[in-house]
């Protein structure tokens, strides 16, 4: 079994960080409308630091998988930089070359999570 | 208001079908195949308006009375032809039919009885009985209240209306038991091909239909013309927040992990009597499989049925709708495994 495989099939079955947070400082949910992966996120974010993170998610295996890796991640990382992450971390993170078909898979929990991070009231610094 | 409340031989309606007969001379529904009978019953109706007693119609039919009116033999129906009184609260039978209301608000199955003959036959009185014994009303007489509310659970299950004999320290009575219960509501889980047919035949069916998807190109109007709500977002939140409970049957047709597992999450704890995945008993297994590895007991797996619907070799999606809509019927009239 590929190294990519291993990844997603352990973070698949044994997901970090699924399920609500209580107090999330921001929610996002993303979706990739054609395929019907729905992910949503929850921060919780002290003095610009990414504290605790969540997510739920009706998705794919690669999708849940990636939640999985990207929230954890993000987790003691100042917003300013989580939010400049790009679509090739979520592809590194989950362990190998992802088909072209199903890079929107990989990369939907990061997308959501950037658009969370900006969608936050709280001063970064 | 008219009611079928027993029937022998040959007959078109099933015991418990109303007919409504205005002061006006409106009429809705039907007691029988109409023509003749449903004539006689309309007659009584005017009777019963004017003098504001009720009154039981016994009404034999011999083969070729029968014959005439469609039917294939003959036999007898009887029914029960009762003033009703809107807009009066204490009119016993609105009261009666008020809990009823109540009943189903909660998903709740209830059984509303009267008394056809012996001494307490003649006067409107209704007991409203649910699973758990009275819900509301007395027949005016105890034993009567008492041994009704034992069969209440039998009728309930049984999934039709039916009149009994029961025998009191007072004498034997007849009494009509009239079954109501929630609609069954259909969850579909993914808004296929599959999911428009079983949409379009729940209609005809008197099934409720709620379709759920995560894709907004999918779940829409233009597609499920029949369904009574189309949800789109996350599956199994959706599915959670409907409380699927008693009267649900859950459809799951993405054919997908990513909607199956999540929502099998959501339902499997719950009250729900019919949970049907599509798929293979293979991929049913690995399904099965999963949810075990995170915990689930055997006995909650064993509430997933798959490979879904009856077989009947259903290939094309209304094929395979029509087999699951006849498996959720076997289900309701306990006739499936």
């Not at chain 2, 009375?65 to 009119?91: F, H, M, N, R, Y």
């Not at chain 2, 929502?263 to 949810?291: C, E, I």
């Amino acid at each position: 079994m590929s190294a990519y495989r291993d990844v997603v099939l352990e973070h698949f079955r044994h997901p970090r960080n699924r399920g609500s947070l209580v107090m999330a400082d921001v929610s996002m949910e993303g979706a990739n409308p054609l395929c019907g992966d729905r992910v949503r996120v929850e921060l919780r974010v002290v003095d610009g630091t990414i504290t605790d993170t969540g997510f739920t998610a009706d998705a794919c295996v690669l999708c849940v998988a990636a939640a999985s890796l990207v929230t954890e991640h993000v987790r003691g990382m100042r917003t300013e930089e989580a939010r400049e992450l790009s679509d090739a971390v979520a592809l590194q993170l989950v362990g190998g070359t992802v088909p072209p078909a199903r890079k929107r898979c990989a990369t939907l929990p990061l997308d959501t999570l950037r658009r969370a991070v900006a969608g936050l009231r709280l001063p970064d610094r | 208001m008219a009611t079928l409340v027993a029937a022998t031989g040959s007959t078109s309606k099933k015991v418990g079908a109303k007919m409504w007969v205005g002061a006006s001379g409106r009429i809705l529904g039907a007691v029988t195949i109409g023509g003749c009978v449903d004539a006689r019953v309309i007659e009584a109706a005017d009777e019963v308006i004017k003098t504001r007693r009720r009154t039981l119609l016994d009404i034999s039919l011999d083969d070729d009375e029968a014959w005439e009116i469609g039917l294939t033999c003959g036999g007898s129906v009887e029914v029960l032809v009762e003033p009703l009184a809107p807009g009066d609260a204490s009119d016993p039978i609105l009261s009666a039919y008020g809990a009823v209301c109540d009943a189903l608000a909660q998903d709740e199955a209830a059984v509303v009885a009267t008394v056809l003959d012996g001494g307490d036959a003649g006067n409107a009185a209704r007991v409203v009985l649910g699973s758990g014994g009275l819900v509301a009303g007395s027949l005016g007489n105890a034993a009567l209240d008492e041994k009704t509310a034992a069969i209440a659970p039998q009728v309930i299950s049984s999934g039709s209306s039916r009149t009994e004999r029961i025998e009191t320290p007072a004498g034997a009575r007849r009494v009509y038991l009239e079954r109501h219960a929630p609609p069954l509501t259909l969850v579909v889980v993914g808004a296929g091909q599959i999911a428009m047919s079983i949409s379009r035949f729940a209609r005809e069916l008197e099934m409720r239909t709620i379709i759920v998807d995560g894709r907004p190109r999918y779940a829409t109007r233009e597609r499920f013309p029949d369904a009574d709500e189309i949800q789109v977002g996350m599956p199994s939140e959706i599915v959670a927040a409907i409380r699927p409970g008693r009267s649900t049957a859950v459809i799951l047709v993405a054919h997908d992990y990513k909607y199956e597992l999540p929502v099998l999450r959501a339902v499997l704890r719950s009250a729900v009597p019919y949970v049907g995945l599509l798929g293979s008993r293979k991929r049913g297994a690995a399904v099965r499989q999963m949810l075990a590895d995170e915990g689930f007991s055997a006995d909650e797996l064993s509430r997933v049925r798959t490979p879904i619907g009856l077989d009947i070799g259903g290939a094309t999606a209304a094929e395979i709708a029509l087999s699951i809509l006849g498996e959720i019927i076997a289900v309701r009239r306990g006739r499936a495994k």
